[in-house]
């Protein structure tokens, strides 16, 4: 297959754009792309306004909103609480009116004493006492609120504060514990709220549909042939564990909520390996796989095959895919997802690279060289 190159996009396919976007960047989000991505991808494939774009693995809603914000309808599915909740509030409409009022009503309520009894130990040890009072004491009243849209607001921008104002450190895939000052809670709280009030009230919308749940991308509850494009970006080979990062926030705000994403090689039996393995190298002509990326491909067989299901006739498919680094050397994602999409009838019209860097072993050693790349596909 035919690589091209699109090293000016490169910064695109990262979240890095978006911080300086109102609304993009009230949930940082280290996996996602940027809304100038969406934006392109909408005009290199021609779309109009009143489509219907999915996003099977929506993260924080970066599709979602730039469709709401560009006429087109969207469906967004997520199986991680945080994301799901993001993607919803950011494309809620809102009373800035309400706002306003909620907010200074929840500041000026008396601080009581929370309950630490369900709060874990881990948890506890990420914040200095007066934080986590204040974060359980502003989250309780929250959550008691009748409005969804406010409440979801209001513990949005809680969210936000809370890990701002925590010792905890999302270094890659893990959550290290860092003492150091942290500022008030309450007054960065209020900050808060304020800057996202305004972000509100400046914010250009249009009446598009957005549609946002929990939902697996295996196995999707939409009709046959209903969309007519999809932007998306599937976890990352060998980069699936990252949803760990956002522990601290899901037994706050998210408990007991979620569904299973896509596998690790963790839990296959040697038997189903091999047979999955064998099926695998049938549809892309042989191509290299390790241990870990056999049930990653597997899984992601079964979306490309549910994308096809769900798409009409014509419909455009853009997907943002990084390669898998490996000691043994790279797995290239990209040309093994096109291959996978050609078998299950989608026709590739393009692979482009992104960017690419180098895969190394034990830091030091080159294996190869590692591509981001942008996957245009064509029911």
Not at 264 to 283: P, Q, T
Request: a positive charge; proline letters at 4%; charged letters at 30%.
């Amino acid at each position: 297959m035919i690589i091209k190159e699109k090293p000016e996009w490169g910064e695109l396919a990262t979240f890095v754009p978006n911080k300086r976007l109102p609304v993009y960047n009230w949930f940082y989000y280290k996996e996602g792309y940027s809304r100038d991505m969406v934006l392109n991808v909408m005009k290199k494939f021609g779309m109009e306004k009143g489509d219907t774009v999915l996003d099977p693995f929506c993260g924080v809603g970066t599709t979602l909103l730039a469709c709401k914000q560009s006429g087109m309808n969207s469906i967004g599915f997520d199986v991680q609480p945080p994301a799901v909740f993001a993607s919803i509030v950011k494309t809620n409409d809102y009373e800035v009116d309400k706002l306003e009022a909620a907010s200074k009503e929840l500041l000026e309520e008396k601080f009581q004493k929370p309950d630490w009894g369900t709060v874990t130990p881990f948890v506890k040890k990420a914040f200095n006492g007066h934080t986590l009072d204040d974060v359980l004491f502003f989250r309780d009243l929250i959550m008691r609120m009748d409005d969804g849209p406010v409440r979801d607001f209001l513990t949005m921008a809680l969210i936000n504060v809370t890990m701002k104002c925590s010792y905890a450190w999302k270094d890659g895939a893990v959550i290290k514990i860092r003492k150091h000052p942290v500022p008030p809670l309450r007054k960065i709280f209020k900050r808060q709220l304020k800057y996202m009030i305004k972000d509100v009230k400046k914010f250009k919308s249009t009446d598009a549909s957005c549609e946002v749940d929990f939902g697996d991308a295996r196995k999707m509850k939409l009709k046959d042939d209903s969309v007519d494009a999809v932007i998306t970006s599937p976890p990352y080979l060998n980069k699936i564990e990252y949803s760990k990062i956002y522990s601290i926030e899901e037994e706050l705000f998210f408990s007991g909520m979620g569904l299973t994403p896509l596998r690790s090689h963790i839990g296959i039996s040697e038997s189903k390996m091999l047979e999955e393995e064998e099926k695998l190298r049938k549809i892309t002509e042989d191509a290299v796989f390790n241990a870990q990326s056999i049930a990653y491909f597997s899984d992601m067989l079964k979306v490309i095959s549910e994308l096809k299901r769900v798409c009409k006739d014509g419909a455009k498919i853009a997907i943002i895919v990084g390669n898998g680094c490996f000691p043994d050397g790279v797995v290239d994602s990209d040309v093994i997802l096109s291959k996978m999409a050609e078998h299950t009838g989608l026709t590739v019209k393009e692979i482009i690279m992104l960017s690419k860097r180098w895969c190394t072993r034990h830091r030091v050693e080159k294996v190869g060289v590692t591509r981001e790349s942008l996957l245009c596909w064509e029911k």
